[in-house]
């Protein structure tokens, strides 16, 4: 069944200068020609009066015609970039509903018909999705290199290289009387690992890729009244959290988005950390230490906050771990001299109220986070639980066929890894394997 012609406003929604509207399927050059006279010259953009059934102008805008399958859904497909105010919108939506043959489009319909045209496999998809959804550089980057197919080529190896293995195994259980060169089962069993180890050195990635597209999450902690509200504020450069001179004010987790080196950074506030006595406790006040110690747990780094006119506190220090970053705040005011190191770590003396030694300690804290985003290599990320759960299903059924005595098992072993590789792309057929052994051994000659 033919798909049906749709059309949607592409740019987001309300008054701008530009705005595009996207036609795309079987009625989409009749259309184009129906609202600017005749179709030009492909992927030219020309200048057009855009008109209504009646004949009647709505806007003179650019038009850009691409006809398929040389275009973003392999369908004929055409551009309208308009003045991007509400009443040309509308009218030119209205104009395309009452077509005969044409529907809005659904959310992602465009992708979905680029994907089923196979102009991009699933990687590339969800690529797209990340760049139209990046906050910062670091995201941006990795999104595009994802768009541009880094990720699925790096799989498409893989499964083209396991095809291979697979064609050569199964043909040597099928075709056991065929004259069939010596040493085949050990060769493959040698390209089996050396793919599971390729395939493992990727998921060895501290889930850099997983962990950038969501953002990183520093929580500041520290006992009441140490200035962690302060701290936050200084760094978001806004008044975040309410700060006020009476111990315990923080009594939930507030938290603040940050771009830090092209990286995203969740700062969380949380409420002060001190021993309760359980006959006279302040039940809020013991909830928002629970959560406190919580959100310390669930967070990628901590950020230890000491007052420095208290010094150390027990409550505050059991915290630290290795992914802690110590605070001595309130350096403004009249105090001891700050230790060089707390538990091995360094101190780094800073005034929430001054600033002063704020921007040293966004420096580590910009390394840090660096350390643990940054993606090493030329490799690309995984930068999906469901590419993470397939790769290690693909290496787990590799691991086994390697190590299987028997060849059948062995080549089931490779048929699931197989699958499992092709669930990252959208790439699951079985005809390409009867390719790769028809081509390598042709058999029957």
Request: negative net charge; proline residues 4%; glycine residues 8%.
């Amino acid at each position: 069944m033919t798909a049906r012609t749709i059309f949607a406003l592409s740019t987001a929604p309300g008054r701008a200068g530009v705005a595009v509207i996207r036609i795309s399927g079987p009625d989409a050059a009749a259309v184009l020609k129906a609202l600017a006279g005749d179709l030009p010259a492909p992927r030219h953009a020309v200048l057009r009066t855009l008109t209504d059934t009646e004949k009647e102008p709505i806007d003179r805008s650019l038009v850009l015609w691409f006809p398929g399958p040389k275009s973003f859904t392999g369908e004929d497909l055409a551009e309208l970039h308009v003045h991007g105010g509400r009443a040309i919108i509308q009218m030119l939506t209205d104009v395309l509903a009452a077509q005969q043959g044409l529907r809005p489009a659904e959310a992602g319909e465009f992708t979905r018909r680029a994907f089923d045209a196979g102009k991009l496999d699933l990687t590339e998809v969800e690529g797209l999705a990340d760049l139209i959804d990046a906050e910062t550089r670091a995201q941006a980057r990795q999104a595009l290199r994802q768009m541009e197919g880094a990720l699925g080529q790096r799989i498409t190896d893989w499964r083209d290289r396991l095809l291979r293995a697979r064609a050569h195994m199964e043909a040597a259980i099928d075709f056991a009387d065929e004259e069939l060169p010596e040493g085949l089962d050990a060769e493959v069993r040698v390209q089996i690992m050396q793919l599971a180890g390729e395939i493992d050195a990727t998921l060895q990635d501290a889930a850099r890729g997983e962990r950038l597209r969501e953002g990183l999450t520093v929580a500041i902690v520290g006992a009441p009244n140490a200035g962690k509200s302060s701290l936050l504020n200084a760094v978001a450069a806004r008044d975040a959290a309410i700060v006020a001179e009476t111990a315990g004010t923080t009594r939930d987790i507030v938290e603040v988005h940050l771009d830090l080196g092209g990286y995203p950074v969740t700062l969380a506030d949380t409420a002060g950390l001190r021993a309760l006595d359980p006959a006279d406790a302040d039940p809020i006040e013991a909830e928002g230490i629970r959560r406190a110690r919580a959100k310390a747990e669930q967070a990628d780094l901590r950020l230890v906050v000491f007052d420095a006119t208290q010094g150390i506190d027990a409550a505050t220090a059991d915290l630290l771990n290795d992914d802690s970053l110590i605070a001595w705040n309130k350096q403004d005011l009249p105090g001891g001299t700050p230790p060089v190191e707390v538990a091995s770590r360094p101190v780094y003396p800073v005034s929430a109220r001054t600033h002063a030694g704020l921007p040293e300690l966004l420096d580590r804290l910009q390394a840090k986070v660096t350390e643990q985003l940054g993606v090493a290599g030329a490799a690309p990320a995984i930068t999906r639980a469901r590419h993470r759960s397939a790769l290690q299903a693909a290496s787990e059924a590799l691991d086994r066929a390697g190590s299987a005595d028997a060849a059948e098992l062995a080549a089931e072993d490779l048929r699931y890894a197989t699958h499992a590789l092709g669930r990252v792309t959208g790439e699951v057929d079985v005809e390409d394997l009867l390719d790769v052994i028809f081509r390598d051994f042709c058999i029957g000659k």
